[in-house]
């Protein structure tokens, strides 16, 4: 029984290993013996959890297969069979640097960037060796990013565990920088950004012209001048070397030109139509912004009525404190006056009974000079 460890070329596969022995006790094989590199360190190799198969790789291949037993075995290969398998992915401009600064150190086989990034190295390139395995699509097959899995090692365990059944103690994951520090010629920095900001303008178009749609589907972002001479010239210094490794980059490279070259009229219309729509919101921007001028002077005219209201408002509150004032000084003078009535009207009131005698008495004296008058008349009538 077989658990494959498969990735392209410096993708994060050794550290994968090196936490399934930390955390799973799993040490694993790897398809090559790694003679060139891990298995050449004793140190190294103790720390991965690295260990040689015995005699020759198809013989070994073989006996695992049947074996009842689990061999977590490592390969940058096209899948031979339909064993489980975990599938390492990393952001391709991360990955086509630390392979060439791979080869610079363990190989003799002397490569610039663009031949990686063209497939023109050993495993091919980065897009064909994932649709090789199609992890997405492949059964009993997990997908791994190299991102999550130094950047969250907790869940990245637990999707390990979950997938192959293992059971996994209480051992601390490995420390990337720690492995850095300590074998730097294998591990490297580990950052992406870092790997990314060695590329040139050149180096990157091509790169995007090559897996930037595989790029795009996985959620890796690259953004680079769409300079088509810059990939024709990629093109043409790889394409001997790619004919030496007889791989299908070549021609998946030509079927590429082709295709874009084809696109290039679509994308002039496009880029008319959008021309035409970014002048269409350019004249509505421009309508809007008269609008909203207008609608600006608008405004400061009310805020310019509004504020005379207040000024008025405030006026009008002034006057009617004012006349609160004065309101309050009148009821206290009526107040007074009122007092001082009340005061005469206590002092009169002794003085009522007389001048009511007095009125009667008026009242008797002029009836008794009315009769008298009277009388004096009535003789001279008679007469």
């Known amino acids: 029984m077989i658990l494959w460890l498969a990735s392209y070329p410096r993708s994060g596969n050794t550290f994968l290993r090196t936490l ?7 040490a694993t094989y790897s398809k090559y013996n790694d003679s060139s590199d891990i298995g050449k360190s004793a140190s190294l190799a103790n720390a991965v959890g690295h260990k040689n198969y015995p005699g020759a790789w198809d013989a ?3 006996d695992a297969v049947k074996s009842e037993k689990l061999h977590i075995i490592k390969t940058h290969d096209a899948p031979p069979d339909d064993q489980k398998a975990i599938y390492v992915i990393r952001d391709a401009t991360a990955t086509v640097v630390s392979y060439y600064h791979y080869l610079e150190r363990f190989s003799t086989y002397k490569a610039d960037i663009c031949d990686v990034i063209a497939g023109a190295v050993s495993f091919g390139d980065w897009s064909q060796h994932y649709h090789d ?7 009993n097959t997990l997908l791994l990013k190299f991102e999550e899995l130094t950047g969250d090692v907790a869940g990245s365990i637990k999707k390990i565990a979950d997938f192959t059944g293992l059971d996994y103690g209480k051992d601390m994951p490995p420390d990337f920088s720690k492995l850095n520090e300590k074998f730097p010629e294998f591990f490297r920095s580990g950052s992406n950004t ?8 050149k180096e ?3 790169l995007q012209f090559m897996h930037g749609d595989l790029m795009q589907e996985l959620g890796y972002s690259i953004t680079a ?6 990939v024709k010239s990629a093109i043409i210094s790889q394409s001997e070397k790619l004919r030496k490794f ?3 980059p070549l021609s998946n490279l030509t079927n590429k030109v082709t295709r874009l070259s084809e696109n290039f009229d679509a994308r002039d219309r496009y880029a008319d139509d959008l021309n035409m729509r970014l002048q269409i919101k350019a004249k509505k921007i421009e309508e809007l912004a008269k609008l909203s001028a207008r609608q600006g002077d608008e405004l400061d005219r009310q805020r310019n009525e509004i504020s005379g209201y207040r000024t008025k408002l405030q006026d009008l509150e002034q006057q009617l404190a004012s006349n609160a004032a004065s309101l309050a000084q009148t009821g206290s003078a009526l107040e007074s006056m009122k007092n001082k009535n009340r005061q005469l009207e206590q002092a009169l009131a002794p003085n009522v009974g007389s001048i009511l005698k007095l009125r009667a008495l008026r009242y008797v004296l002029a009836e008794r000079r009315r009769q008298k008058a009277a009388q004096k008349r009535t003789p001279n009538a008679l007469g």
Request: hydrophobic share 30%; aromatic share 16%.
């Open 246 to 248: 007889r791989i299908s």
């Open 225 to 230: 001048e769409n300079n088509m001479s810059a």
């Open 204 to 206: 990157l178009t091509f």
């Open 194 to 201: 870092r790997n990314r900001e060695e590329l040139t303008e």
């Open 60 to 62: 070994f291949y073989d």
């Open 20 to 26: 399934l022995f930390k955390c799973f006790g799993q």
């Open 133 to 139: 395995w199609n992890p997405a699509q492949r059964p």
